[in-house]
């Protein structure tokens, strides 16, 4: 999957994990800062290295939800960690016209 900024996306995935920061706000009850089925914007995507993970993996950094900084040892080693992509699919708006259009052959008709 690829993501960029401005685009629209879904949560798949709300479960708290226990290496995230406490949220700032929009947090649900158990600590996820995302609610499934929720629409998000994308305002930033890339790669990140995470202290407490064994390699760098894609993450997302969504409008309208803010986190706070991982501290190591007193010094923020990441400003407002974003969230790990896998959480969350593409939004697709399509109309029943692109099925319908789908539906329609190009072969002729061959009588038997």
Known sequence: MTFAPGD??????????P???????????WGSPVR????YVVR???MIDHIGYQQPYFALRLDGVF???VK???RVVIEDCPLWAGRFRPVRRET?????????????????
């Open 8 to 17: 629209e996306v879904v949560c798949v995935d709300d479960r708290a994990f």
């Open 36 to 39: 499934m089925g929720q629409h």
């Open 72 to 74: 190591r040892n007193g």
């Open 44 to 46: 930033w995507a890339g």
């Open 96 to 112: 029943i016209e692109q099925f319908r259009k789908m539906c329609i052959s190009n072969k002729p008709l061959v009588e038997v």
């Open 67 to 69: 986190r706070d900084a």
């Open 19 to 29: 290496v995230q920061p406490k949220p700032t706000y929009h947090a649900a009850p």
